[in-house]
Nanobody
Framework: QVQLVESGGGLVQPGGSLRLSCAAS????????MGWYRQAPGKQRELVAT???????NYADSVKARFTISRDNAENTVYLQMNSLKPEDAAVYYC???????????WGQGTPVTVSS
């Protein structure tokens, strides 16, 4: 059974930082492209960042230079370090695992991030 379990969300003031974690089980983690997506109320889910099996990263323009995605294949975990948070970053953040060979993907349950003073 595949499980992606996000953690680390919460309430933070504008300008603050949070680190999200996503622990994966039930998949061969190292062969999956991992990603973070977010969905704000009334909006579509959008890409935040991805990291490939080789460590190449991709970011949405809105988070470049503020967010950093990383992965630890030994721990089957992907991280999202979020700095200089803005109110518009508030959303539910979802972890995604995608297998480029099988084209199969999995989602976590999401962790909410609130940015407010």
């Amino acid at each position: 059974q595949v499980q992606l379990v996000e953690s680390g969300g919460g309430l933070v003031q504008p300008g603050g930082s949070l680190r999200l974690s996503c622990a994966a089980s039930g998949i061969s983690f190292s062969i999956y492209t991992m990603g973070w997506y977010r969905q704000a109320p009334g909006k579509q889910r959008e890409l935040v960042a991805t990291i490939t099996t080789g460590g190449a990263t991709n970011y949405a323009d809105s988070v470049k230079a503020r967010f950093t995605i990383s992965r630890d294949n030994a721990e089957n975990t992907v991280y999202l370090q979020m700095n200089s948070l803005k109110p518009e970053d508030a959303a539910v953040y979802y972890c995604n695992a995608f297998n480029n060979w099988t084209r199969r993907g999995y989602w976590g349950q999401g962790t909410p991030v609130t940015v407010s003073s």
